[in-house]
């Protein structure tokens, strides 16, 4: 079949991850907008704590185009520090409770923890995205027994210190074999493959220079054979590189997620769901199959 063949029937449009009875289409690049409910959130200011004015902010993400909305209630920005488990239930669990009846995609929770990983799932959460990629004790088995898919992403150190002073011989090998041996660990106990999804982590425990040369050489981590996410939106690699201040990144952030599809990712994680979907949809129409072929497929 070549690039541009006519688009097939929907039932075999490309690989569908099951999250929790809500199917997430990767035949085509899927949009994951962020909903914080930190207090501490610099981006949204807290303003999104209460479930009412979460539900409100997700069903405009999904009218921009947002095909799975993720919750999270432990800041794991550089510096942060941790959040009890007790208090991220309290965030989280009404939160997604509400989303899950009133938008309909599916609901991720970004949490590292088993417990908020169960309860989470059990108020309907359909995706589990988690920064440790289930290294936290239990983790692993929390995913396998609730048989949803997880995203397992790449960190150096941990968030209090992972920027101090990150280092590596080389980058994208040493996230990549990272990524596979979380795999390996995964798929021995029981999760399979087609429920797994790799982020290399841009931020996290790297500098400016590590995480460009991770976007620019973002296509070695298809060998993986599972689609890959990307979370670039914002992000002060952004700052960096252009010294412009977290409310005027969205420009470069829809530059960075293009640049992420182009080399193979096939969700992006983003705060500003409008344009990115915009920019999406016409790198479809340039690539001229009404879709990018960009996930583990090629
Ligand atoms: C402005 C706003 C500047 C937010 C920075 C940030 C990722 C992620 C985060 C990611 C996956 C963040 C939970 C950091 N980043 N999950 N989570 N991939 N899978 N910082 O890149 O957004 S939080």
Same mark, same amino acid.
């Given at each position: 079949m070549t690039a541009c063949d006519p688009a097939p029937a929907p039932s075999r449009s490309g690989p569908v991850l099951d999250c929790g009875g809500r199917p997430l289409d990767l035949g085509r690049v899927a949009v994951m907008g962020i909903l914080n409910v930190t207090p501490? *959130?610099? *981006?949204?200011?807290?303003?999104?704590?209460a479930p009412e004015r979460a539900v409100e902010r997700a069903l405009a993400m999904v009218e921009e185009g947002a095909d799975i909305i993720d919750v999270g209630g432990e800041s794991t920005r550089p510096g942060a520090p941790g959040v009890p488990v007790q208090q991220e239930l309290e965030r989280v669990v009404p939160v997604i409770e509400a989303l899950v009846r009133a938008v309909p995609v599916p609901v991720s929770v970004d949490s590292s923890k088993p417990e908020v990983m169960r309860a989470a799932a059990a108020a309907g959460a359909g995706l589990i995205n988690d920064v440790m990629a289930l290294?936290?004790?239990?983790a692993v088995e929390a995913a396998r027994e609730l048989k949803l898919p997880v995203c397992l992403m790449h960190m150096q150190?941990?968030?209090?210190?992972?920027?101090r002073n990150p280092r590596y011989r080389d980058v994208v090998g040493e996230v990549r074999d990272f990524l596979r041996g979380r795999i390996e660990v995964c798929i021995r106990a029981g999760i399979q493959r087609d429920r797994l999804v790799v982020d290399p982590g841009f931020g996290f425990g790297k500098n400016l220079a590590h995480n460009l040369e991770l976007l620019r050489r973002l296509s070695e981590f298809k060998v993986l054979q599972v689609p890959i996410l990307a979370g670039l939106s914002r992000k002060s690699m952004i700052g960096a590189a252009l010294g412009l201040p977290v409310d005027q990144r969205v420009h470069a952030s829809v530059a960075l997620a293009l640049c992420a599809v182009q080399n193979g990712a096939g969700i992006v994680r983003v705060h500003d769901v409008r344009p990115t979907r915009d920019a999406i949809r016409m790198l479809e129409a340039v690539a001229g199959c009404g879709r990018m072929r960009s996930t583990t497929m090629e």
């Open positions: 501490d *959130s610099f *981006s949204d200011g807290g303003v999104f704590f290294r936290a004790f239990g150190g941990e968030p209090r210190t992972m920027q």
